[in-house]
């Protein structure tokens, strides 16, 4: 057994060195949530093993593993238990494990991948081999091949063999025997007893061709049956490193270090782990940018593929908005930083890809149940059909026994969920949205209604200030005071009146949801911005919002614009059948021009929380399945209540929490593309689940009456397992 990685227990005891792979839900001092990458994994039972051996632990909580992903996501107290105790653990009972960072993450899938291509190898080019000294047996009529001849044969068989028992065939027996240890058999139990008692009766009837067992030997079907099998786990394997690999290119893409702009003119070179909000950072021409922010100064092309799956650069002025991880292609950039750390746009698709692939949705565990009670059947059957058949053929009682055991191993049917699923979240990803809550794909398919906020989700995320004016004060005078007191909202509306500007000496800030946000001045004068109802008695009806005291009142007018595709994309929705809404807090005109402009016949305005949430409520209670796409804070209520819920990347962390996935690329087209993409997952995963129960309920009465060897038992049993992940693969196009 060898020793945890280095470093490990040292770690436990520092949240600055866990942070690469650890989040802190309860809070600093609380329970930690950290993601590993389990190698060894070959079915859906090894991701029980596992879970129940860490619960075992002292300090452990919880602990989920996606056998589909190969990934951990453990709950765990530092106080209590050291993480080099728990990969201690996971070694004891024959896995490996690392902390999902790149480096040692990666490493670990390059040996689990050199391993089992070696594997791979050795039973197939021994395969080869053994077919050909079995063929002769096949083609000669009877008298043409001599006895001592074909004995040879035989022999050079069992010897051609030895290794494919002793190296390639090892995972099953290494699975099994942790199955049978645990009390949890899995499809490893009916496949490592298949190639023992086809192995261990093949020898005997070569030793003694005239004994109980008779004289036909299997060699040939065993080598054939270990090869195929260990075929379909390496396309499994592929599919889960591949997975892996996206998820590192993400967590990869943020630079080392980078240049921060002093006071003083001068610059230094910090991690981006240094940056705060407010700071300023220059990226040079072929840089990623360490944090999120807005321009400064200095316009660029700006590659943001890795985040947000478009290709081509994106053109960045004096206050658009940039994202970490994303490329500066062709001249330098200053940018006022926004967001760092754990909140940047890179590091939460890192933890929502982290938190997608470590999930185990409940269609996962049901599978799971059903394939844990047809191993115990597929075993009893197997040996009831041995033992019927000893005294029927004695000689012919282990090839039926064996073909019953290969051919009812329940491979098919635990591949069946994982594979569908994964690698739909991987086509959305591609797409640019990215899902929190993988069983948010088989709700996807009953939603009949699609409700969007308006401002950042169908218009564009940045506005511009179009005109402003006042009755009985200086308009001009007041503006820079309104954006000062803008730049403390994350609100759009605010983002865009703050246009770049820094916050100002406001003390009391207090933000309400559905309204905007209020502070006092140096003075103690309460200041209100926000909604024009809010914060005037008597609202100007052309201002979309409003600043001012009990004094005086600037009003102001934003224009804003449709998405480039929100058009294409609400055409695409009512095409599908789909009804589409909006429900928005904002001005009546404003969200009548904008429903007005995408040809949306139902809309509301003027919402506050409460009134979408009570609006929501009623469209579900008249029999309405919802999808709400939001971005703001008081999107989170409504968003929280709905069937489905997706958050816009650039949106508020609150509502980005009560969302089951997040649209990262802004392009909503993904939403009609999602919605088909997890209608074609669901009629894949049901067409897995049929493959690998029609071929059992044909192929049983075959092997339980002699008529299906364990020749075409084995290839039969492996091309189901391998049709289910290729099918799987459909999902990518």
């Not at 993480?83 to 670990?108: E, F, H, K, N, T």
């Not at 008529?707 to 290729?726: D, E, K, N, Y």
Request: contains cysteine; hydrophobic residues 50%.
């Amino acid at each position: 057994m060898s020793a945890p990685p280095p470093g490990l227990r040292a770690a436990d005891d520092d949240a600055r060195l866990l942070s690469p792979f650890t989040t802190w839900p309860d809070g600093p001092g609380g329970a930690a949530l950290s993601q590993l990458q389990v190698s060894g994994i070959h079915c859906a039972a090894c991701s029980g093993l596992i879970e129940a051996a860490l619960l075992k632990l002292p300090g452990v909580q919880g602990a989920s593993v996606n056998p589909a992903s190969a990934r951990l996501a453990l709950r765990w107290q530092p106080a209590n238990v050291a993480l080099a105790d728990v990969l201690a653990a996971l070694q004891a009972i024959g896995y490996g494990a690392s902390p999902d960072v790149a480096a040692p993450a990666r490493a670990l899938r390059r040996q689990e991948r050199r391993q089992a291509l070696w594997r791979l190898f050795v039973a197939g080019f021994l395969m080869m081999q053994v077919m050909m000294m079995a063929t002769p047996a096949y083609v000669a009529a009877a008298g043409e091949l001599a006895p001592d001849l074909d004995q040879l044969l035989r022999w050079g068989s069992w010897v051609l063999t030895l290794p494919v028992m002793a190296f390639a065939a090892v995972p099953f027996f290494a699975g099994a025997g942790r199955q049978v240890r645990a009390g949890r058999p899995g499809m490893d139990v009916p496949v490592a007893l298949g190639i023992a008692v086809t192995f261990l009766a093949s020898t005997a009837a070569l030793f003694d061709p005239a004994g109980p067992l008779g004289h036909e030997v299997y060699f040939d079907s065993l080598t054939m049956f270990v090869a195929l099998l260990l075929l379909a786990r390496w396309f499994e394997l592929g599919a889960r490193h591949r997975a892996a690999d996206a998820l590192e290119a993400v967590a990869g893409a943020l630079p080392t270090a980078v240049e921060r702009l002093r006071d003083d003119g001068t610059s230094e070179r910090v991690a981006p782990e240094a940056l705060r909000p407010g700071d300023r950072i220059r990226v040079a021409a072929g840089e990623a940018f360490g944090a999120d922010g807005r321009v400064l100064q200095g316009r660029a092309w700006v590659n943001e593929a890795l985040l947000t799956g478009e290709s081509a650069p994106v053109a960045k002025a004096v206050g658009d908005a940039v994202v970490s991880g994303s490329v500066c292609v062709d001249a330098p950039l200053v940018v006022t930083v926004h967001r760092v750390g754990e909140d940047t746009t890179a590091q939460r698709i890192v933890r929502l890809m982290q938190q997608a692939q470590s999930q185990r949705p409940q269609a996962f565990g049901l599978v799971d149940r059903v394939a844990a009670g047809f191993t115990v059947g597929v075993l009893l059957l197997a040996l009831g059909a041995g033992l019927a058949w000893w005294w029927v053929d004695p000689s012919r009682a282990v090839a039926v026994a064996v073909a019953v055991l290969i051919v009812t191993c329940p491979c098919a049917l635990t591949l069946a969920a994982p594979a569908a699923w994964l690698t739909a979240s991987g086509a959305l990803a591609r797409r640019g949205l990215l899902l929190a809550d993988l069983s948010a794909l088989d709700r996807l398919c009953t939603v009949d209604t699609v409700v969007f906020d308006k401002t950042g989700t169908l218009s564009e995320d940045r506005l511009t200030l179009r005109r402003h004016w006042s009755q009985g004060a200086d308009a001009d005078a007041l503006l820079p005071l309104a954006r000062s007191l803008a730049g403390l909202s994350r609100h759009p509306h605010a983002q865009a009146l703050a246009d770049g500007a820094g916050p100002g000496a406001w003390t009391g800030v207090r933000e309400v949801a559905g309204c905007g946000i209020e502070a006092c001045d140096a003075y103690g004068t309460v200041w209100r911005l926000g909604a024009p109802g809010w914060v005037a008695g008597a609202p100007d009806p052309d201002a979309r919002l409003a600043f001012g005291s009990a004094d005086c009142c600037l009003w102001l007018d934003l224009a804003e614009q449709p998405r480039a595709d929100a058009a294409q994309a609400v055409a695409a929705l009512r095409k599908a059948g789909l009804r589409v809404r909006v429900l928005s807090g904002d001005q009546p005109a404003a969200v009548q021009r904008m429903a007005q402009a995408l040809d949306i016949a139902h809309w509301q305005a003027g919402a506050t929380p409460d009134a979408k949430l009570a609006a929501l409520r009623g469209w579900q209670a008249g029999g309405e399945r919802v999808l709400m796409v939001g971005d703001g804070i008081n999107d989170a209520p409504v968003l929280a209540a709905a069937d489905v819920r997706i958050a816009m990347g650039q949106g508020a962390m609150l509502a980005r929490t009560a969302a089951d996935a997040l649209l990262v690329s802004g392009r909503l087209m993904a939403l009609p593309q999602a919605l088909a993409l997890a209608k074609k997952t669901r009629r894949v995963l049901r067409q897995n689940l049929a493959w690998a129960a029609l071929y059992n309920l044909a192929c049983v009465p075959l092997a339980l009456t002699g008529w299906l060897p364990p020749l075409a038992a084995g290839i039969g049993m492996a091309t189901s397992s391998l049709l289910v992940v290729l099918n799987a693969q459909r999902l990518n196009r």
